[in-house]
C-alpha cells in the first residue's frame, strides 16, 4: 500500500493564484516525519520542508505555507501569490521512527504549472 | 562549497553494457541513496548504505550493485541484468540516523540504452 499518496497529478494555474498541493500519509508510527521538496524543470530535489509528528502548528515561510493535520492524516502545502518560478514537480515524502527515520517513503509527485 | 555531486549528469550506453555512475559527497555524512525515477513517476529506492562497508537493498535492486568503501562515497552499477535501465538516477545523502536528520539530493544522472 502507498504510504504518501499525492492524488492531484497535475495541477495549472495562471501567475498569482494560491494554489494547494494535497499530501495524505498513511503510518502506524506515533513518531515519524514528513517532508516537501521540489524538482525543478532541472531535476535536482530541493528541500522544503520537514515536519514532525508532534507538532502541528502551520508553519509559513514567504508565500509558501504548510498544513500538517493528524486528523486526516495530512500534509498540504500552500503556495500564495504563485510565480512562474514555482512551476515544478513538488514531492511529499515520509519517515519513521521503526527503522530510524533512514527509508523516506515518497509520494508520486504533483506537477505545477504556472502559467504568466 | 559543500554537497552532492553525481557524474556524468548524462550518459549513453549500449545494450548489455555495465555502466557505473558516480555520487560523491562532502558533507560528512553518514549515509547515502540511490533512487531511481522514471518520467512522470516519484522516486524508488535502489540501494542505501548506513555506514562505510555496509549496505542494503531499497525496493528495486536486482539488476544494480553498489559499494561503500569511502565514507564519501557511493558508486552505482548498472548492470545488463537490468532490464529497462533508461531513467534519471538520484543520489541522495543524510547526516545519521538522528530524527533530525533530512535527505539531501545530487543533481541526477540521466542514462539512456541506445
Known amino acids: 500500500a502507498q504510504k504518501v499518496t499525492q492524488a492531484q497529478t497535475e495541477i495549472s494555474v495562471v501567475e498569482k493564484e494560491d494554489v494547494t498541493l494535497d499530501c495524505v500519509y498513511e503510518t502506524r508510527d506515533t513518531t515519524y516525519y514528513l517532508f516537501w521538496y521540489k524538482q525543478p524543470p532541472s531535476g535536482e530535489l530541493v528541500f522544503l520542508i520537514r515536519?514532525?509528528?508532534?507538532?502541528?502548528q502551520n508553519e509559513i515561510s514567504g508565500r509558501y505555507s504548510w498544513n500538517f493535520q493528524k486528523s486526516t492524516s495530512s500534509f498540504n502545502f500552500t503556495i500564495t501569490a504563485s510565480q512562474v518560478v514555482d512551476s515544478a514537480v513538488y514531492f511529499c515524502a515520509l519517515s519513521e521512527a521503526w527503522d530510524n527515520f533512514n527509508k523516506f517513503y515518497f509520494g508520486s509527485g504533483t506537477k505545477l504549472n504556472v502559467k504568466p | 562549497d559543500g554537497g552532492i555531486t553525481q557524474s556524468p549528469k548524462y550518459l549513453f550506453r549500449k545494450e548489455g553494457q555495465n555502466v557505473t555512475l558516480s555520487c560523491e559527497q562532502n558533507?560528512?555524512?553518514?549515509?547515502m541513496y540511490w533512487y531511481r525515477q522514471d518520467p512522470g513517476q516519484g522516486l524508488r529506492l535502489i540501494y542505501y548504505?548506513?555506514?562505510?562497508?555496509?549496505?542494503q537493498k531499497g525496493d528495486i535492486a536486482e539488476g544494480y550493485s553498489v559499494s561503500r568503501e569511502k565514507k564519501e562515497s557511493f558508486p552505482l552499477t548498472v548492470t545488463s541484468a537490468q532490464k529497462n535501465p533508461t531513467a534519471f538516477y538520484l543520489c541522495?545523502?543524510?547526516?545519521?540516523?538522528?530524527?533530525?536528520?533530512?535527505?539531501?539530493f545530487g543533481p541526477g544522472t540521466r542514462l539512456t540504452v541506445l
Open positions: 541522495a545523502s543524510r547526516a545519521g540516523t538522528a530524527i533530525t536528520d533530512t535527505q539531501y
Open positions: 548504505s548506513q555506514i562505510v562497508n555496509d549496505f
Open positions: 515536519r514532525n509528528s508532534f507538532d502541528e
Open positions: 558533507l560528512n555524512h553518514d549515509a
